[in-house]
């Protein structure tokens, strides 16, 4: 079910995805005054610099007063959860997940999950973000929407279980499978990673089988892990081990792993995480409305721990902002830690920027602006007041941002937001959708 816009008319979806001639841009690393064009062909940065004479442009976007950068990654959301936002506020984790989320979440339709998903798209491309990875429960659907919208998406199915013969687990791995044969078939641009759940929620067999899932077919692996007190606590009593130490035995810190959370954590636990194939997806909004903490990330980095950064979903944040959370994570680190140098606008943007591509397994084909690079890009507003004025582009955005100043948004080489516009979202008709559901819940 297609939600392009039908507020476009034929010429702007003709030239959408065609030759795009970005000119006269600030670069979001480079020195302020310095500027550069970006000519992008084929879904692909073709040229950085001075744009060749000959190069042929169907949309020209003046950028005279926009930094350009590389969209943001949200290395852990769970989309469709924007229908719960609001729906479970102001309780602790245990009661917040287990007596209000996933109740009203088994009664949730794919197709209700599909405009839920949608929703999210919506929010995360208005504020900067281009790529996601997304833990879900509804088979075909959260690709569909990548589809229909031009996103950017790492899909993992989320799976539960007891061991490598439960048949639940059976079931979604081979879900998760036939998710990712059907995302070729309708042509999304998504890739996959295998998604247990959490160490609570999988039995240590089916981790074990997972581990050697993943070291058959190469996909990464994507899981929850040390995110309460409980889990951590319960961990030792049961195991005698830290969550860390007790997946490490599994044998998924062997493979390409992103972990969410990771608030719980020794220095033991640290050293086992500082290795080239893991990432830590920190999510500080969520984690500190469900008064679950605050991770180590300084400690982490200072190990060399790969970090990266996600929003958590909607239920939990509230917000899929990657732009706030940014500014939340540098500012609780450094009130954390009574460390001003603890995490530096620099250096949160390469957690939200960099790291986020590495983590989602996106850095050999999107991430940098350079010459053969795929074309993810959005360009910010430097005229928004309270961004003025800029002595260094990365504290005044770190620092002072919120979302606003996005202006346009590039995805695959193709405008997705033109001036604030969402270009394959009918907004309209999403609101309608939404209002529906809500109206059954």
């Keep these: ?37 970006v000519a992008i ?25 926009k930094t350009i950068m590389p969209g943001f990654v949200n290395c852990h959301t769970h989309a469709y959860m924007t229908l719960f936002r609001g729906y479970a506020d102001d309780l602790p984790f ?35 973000t281009t790529s996601m990875v997304d833990m879900h429960m509804f088979p075909k659907t959260v690709v569909r929407a990548a589809k229909d919208t031009g996103m950017r998406t790492v899909l993992t199915r989320g799976i539960t279980g007891s061991d490598r013969r439960d048949p639940g687990a059976q079931r979604r791995i081979g879900e998760m ?8 078939e309708i042509g999304a641009d998504a890739t996959f990673m295998f998604g247990p759940h959490a160490i609570y929620t999988c039995g240590e067999d089916l981790l074990k089988y997972i581990a050697e899932l993943s070291g058959e077919t190469g996909l990464p692996v994507h899981l929850h892990l040390a995110e309460t007190k409980k889990e951590f606590d319960d961990c030792l009593a049961e195991h005698g081990k830290t969550t860390v130490s007790y997946l490490a035995d599994t044998g998924l810190l062997e493979r390409p792993i992103l972990l969410a959370h990771c608030v719980y954590l020794t220095d033991e636990d640290i050293a086992l995480l500082a290795r080239p194939n893991v990432s830590v997806a920190t999510n500080p909004a969520s984690n500190a409305k469900l008064a679950n ?58 957690i939200a920027v960099r790291n986020g591509y590495e983590a989602a397994g996106l850095a050999q084909r999107c991430g940098r602006i350079e010459e053969g690079y795929e074309a993810d890009l959005i360009l910010i507003d ?60």
């Design 1 to 37: 079910m297609p939600v392009l816009t039908g507020k476009r008319d034929e010429r702007d979806r003709r030239l959408n995805g065609q030759n795009i001639l970005i000119k006269n841009a600030h670069f979001y690393d480079a020195p302020y005054g310095e500027r550069k064009d």
């Design 41 to 65: 062909r084929d879904g692909k940065i073709a040229h950085v610099g001075k744009a060749p004479a000959d190069f042929a442009a169907d949309t020209v976007i003046d950028a005279s007063h």
């Design 94 to 128: 245990h009661t917040w997940l287990f007596d209000r989320i996933l109740p009203i979440e088994d009664s949730l339709t794919g197709e209700e999950a599909y405009w839920g998903t949608i929703l999210a798209y919506a929010e995360m491309i208005r504020s900067g």
């Design 177 to 184: 499978l036939a998710e990712k044969e059907y995302a070729e």
């Design 293 to 350: 903490g605050f991770a180590p990330v300084a400690k982490m980095l200072k190990a060399g721990v790969r970090v990266c950064l996600g929003t958590d979903g909607a239920s939990s944040n509230n917000s899929l902002n990657m732009i706030s959370e940014m500014r939340l994570l540098s500012l609780l680190q450094k009130g954390e830690t009574k460390d001003a140098l603890a995490l530096t606008a620099p250096e949160t943007m390469k």
């Design 382 to 441: 430097e005229d928004a007041p309270h961004l003025l004025p800029q002595f260094d582009f990365r504290a005044a955005f770190t620092y002072a941002a919120n979302g606003s100043e996005v202006t346009d948004s590039i995805i695959h080489g193709k405008l997705i937001m033109r001036d604030r516009m969402l270009l394959t979202i009918d907004e309209e008709r999403m609101r309608s959708e939404i209002a529906k559901i809500i109206k059954r819940f």
